[in-house]
C-alpha cells in the first residue's frame, strides 16, 4: 500500500494550492492581463521567442530593448515587464510553438509537461495515488501557472538519474538536455563524478553540446553570441539590482542574504561557502554510493534534488517539481521518514505556495510587493527542509533504519 505519509501531506497542502492557483489565476477571468501579465505568465517568453525566430527576428529575441519592443509589436500596449532568459539550447524544445495559437501551445506545453513527469515517475505507477499526489503537488502547480520550464527541466532530470544505472548514454543525454537551465544541474555532476558514472557524463556532454549547436542551427549562427554579450548579462544585473515580489519566490541563500540587507560580498560568501557544504555532502554520498558498488536510490536522488536548491543563488518555486518527484519516488520505494524528516518532506512540499502575498490577497488583504522584500520566507523553508531531508537519511547512524533495499531501488 502506498505511504500515508506523503498522501497526508499532499491531501493537506491541498486548500493552499488551491488558494494559491485562484489567487493567481482568478484575475483572469474578467480581464485579457493582470499585473501586466497575460494567462500562461512567463509562457510568453517561450511562445514570442519561437514567433519571432519564425519570423527571422534572432536580434529581437536576445537583445533585452529590441525584446521588449517587440513584445510590444506582438501584444500591444499594457503589456508588463519581461525578458528572455534562455540559451539556444532551449529552441529544439520549444520552436514548435512558434506557428501555433498562443493558447493552443500553451494547452500543449502544459499537457506535455505533465506527461514528462509521469513518465519519469513510471516506476512509481504501481501507486497511482503517489503519481497523482506528485502531478498535483504545489510545485507542479506553481510552474503550469507561471508558464515555465520547472517541469521540462525537473522531468529531464529525474528521468536521466531515475535511468543512469540502467540506459546510461540516454540517461546523459536527458541531463544534458535540461541545461537550458545549467543553474538547476550544478550540483549533478559532483553526484556523477563522485559516483563514477562516466557514461553518464559523457552522454550528457553529447547531449548539451547537441543541444547547442542545433539551437545555433535553428536560430542562427549569432544566436550564441548574442546570448553571451548580451542576454546572460542583462539576466545577471536583474538577479543583482531588481526589486519587488520575485525575491519571495526564490529559495537562494544569496538572494535572502541582500534582501535581508548584506553586502554583496557578505551575501556571495555565504553562497560560496553552503555551495561548497553542500557539494562536499553530495560527494560524500555518491562516493560511498561508488564504494558499495549500488545503483542510484531514489533517497539518493532526493538528498540531491534538495541540495540544489540551497546550493545554486538563481532558482525559484516554479523549478521546485523535481523535489515533488524526488519524495514522490521515495515514498513509492518505501521510505518512512521519522519526525526529522517527515517536517522537511513536508516543507520542501509545502514551501513554493506559502508565499503571503498570494496566499493573503483571496482575503482581501493587499500589501505592496516591497512590504516583504525583506522576508526572505522561501529560503528560510527550503534550508530547513534540506536540513531535515539530510539530517533524517544521511546522519551516520541512522542511516539504516531509512534505507531502502537495493532491489527496491534499481530504475
Same mark, same amino acid.
Given at each position: ?11 493537506? /497542502? ?179 563524478? =563522485? ?71 557578505? /551575501? ?12 562536499? /555532502? ?41 523535489? /515533488? ?74 542511516? =539504516? ?11
Amino acid at each position: 500500500p502506498a505511504p500515508s505519509w506523503l498522501l497526508a501531506v499532499a491531501l493537506g /497542502a491541498l486548500p493552499f494550492t488551491a488558494i494559491y492557483l485562484w489567487s493567481e489565476l482568478a484575475p483572469f477571468a474578467g480581464h485579457a492581463m493582470d499585473r501586466g501579465q497575460i494567462l500562461g505568465r512567463d509562457f510568453i517568453n517561450i511562445w514570442s521567442s519561437a514567433r519571432l525566430l519564425l519570423e527571422g527576428r534572432l536580434a529581437d529575441v536576445f537583445v533585452p530593448a529590441r525584446y521588449t519592443a517587440a513584445l510590444g509589436r506582438l501584444w500591444g500596449p499594457g503589456l508588463g515587464g519581461h525578458s528572455f532568459s534562455y540559451p539556444p539550447s532551449l529552441f529544439p524544445l520549444t520552436v514548435w510553438a512558434g506557428p501555433l495559437d498562443y493558447r493552443a501551445a500553451l494547452a500543449l506545453w502544459s499537457l506535455g509537461c505533465l506527461a514528462l513527469l509521469a513518465l519519469a515517475l513510471r516506476p512509481a505507477w504501481r501507486q497511482p495515488l503517489l503519481v497523482l499526489a506528485a502531478l498535483t503537488s504545489p510545485a507542479v502547480a506553481c510552474c503550469l501557472e507561471a508558464g515555465q520550464t520547472g517541469c521540462l527541466v525537473s522531468g529531464l532530470v529525474f528521468l536521466g538519474l531515475r535511468l543512469a544505472d540502467r540506459r546510461p548514454w540516454l540517461a546523459g543525454a536527458l541531463i544534458g538536455l535540461a541545461a537550458v537551465k545549467p543553474q538547476l544541474l550544478l550540483l549533478v555532476p559532483v553526484a556523477l563524478l =563522485a559516483a563514477q558514472r562516466w557514461r553518464v557524463i559523457a552522454g550528457a556532454a553529447a547531449g548539451a553540446i547537441a543541444a547547442a549547436a542545433l539551437g545555433a542551427l535553428i536560430a542562427g549562427p549569432e544566436a550564441w553570441r548574442l546570448y553571451l554579450s548580451d542576454t546572460a548579462p542583462y539576466q545577471g544585473q536583474l538577479l543583482l539590482h531588481s526589486t519587488g515580489f520575485w525575491k519571495s519566490m526564490t529559495p537562494s541563500p544569496f538572494v535572502a542574504a541582500l534582501t535581508a540587507g548584506a553586502p554583496l560580498g557578505l /551575501a556571495a560568501a555565504l553562497q560560496g561557502l553552503i555551495l561548497a557544504v553542500c557539494a562536499g /555532502a553530495v560527494a560524500w554520498r555518491f562516493r560511498a554510493l561508488h564504494a558499495a558498488r549500488r545503483p542510484i536510490a531514489s533517497l539518493d536522488i532526493l538528498l540531491l534534488a534538495a541540495a540544489v536548491f540551497v546550493a545554486t543563488p538563481y532558482s525559484f518555486n516554479y523549478d521546485m517539481p523535481l523535489l /515533488a518527484l524526488a519524495l514522490a519516488a521515495a515514498a513509492a520505494d518505501g521510505w518512512r521518514p521519522g519526525p526529522v524528516g517527515g517536517l522537511g518532506a513536508a516543507l520542501l512540499w509545502l514551501a513554493p505556495i506559502l508565499l503571503p502575498p498570494v496566499l493573503l490577497r483571496p482575503l482581501g488583504v493587499t500589501l505592496p510587493d516591497e512590504a516583504w522584500s525583506h522576508w526572505p520566507i522561501l529560503a528560510i523553508l527550503c534550508t530547513l527542509g534540506v536540513v531535515g531531508i539530510w539530517a533524517s537519511i544521511a546522519i551516520p547512524g541512522r542511516r =539504516a533504519s531509512h534505507a531502502v533495499p537495493a532491489a527496491r531501488t534499481s530504475p
